[in-house]
């Protein structure tokens, strides 16, 4: 019997994370730069090595929240006939 091999489970803030980031289109250096963590932290965390805790988490959350609602935003402009 064959053996399949799961990917590993995200924290649900690095999932989110990760989608925005997709769908804002920015590179895992950009995002790092934001985030002011190196990219290599970023890669692992998306990769499923390492889990944020304590500040990192708490920041993660934050941002998420901010760029959640800039996109909207940025959506509801575009729907609106604005670009920003």
Do not use: C
Not at 5 to 26: D, E, F, G, Y
Not at 43 to 68: F, H, T, Y
Request: aromatic share 4%; charged share 20%.
């Amino acid at each position: 019997m064959a053996t399949s091999i799961q990917p590993p489970q995200l924290h649900p803030s690095v999932q989110a994370l990760l989608t925005l980031r997709h769908q804002l289109s920015m590179t895992q250096l950009a995002m790092a730069e934001l985030l002011r963590v190196s990219p290599r932290t970023l890669q692992d965390w998306e990769r499923g090595r390492r889990q944020p805790k304590g500040p990192s988490q708490a920041l993660l959350e934050r941002v998420i929240a901010v760029l959640r609602h800039e996109a909207e935003r940025n959506t509801d402009d575009y729907v609106n006939g604005h670009l920003f």
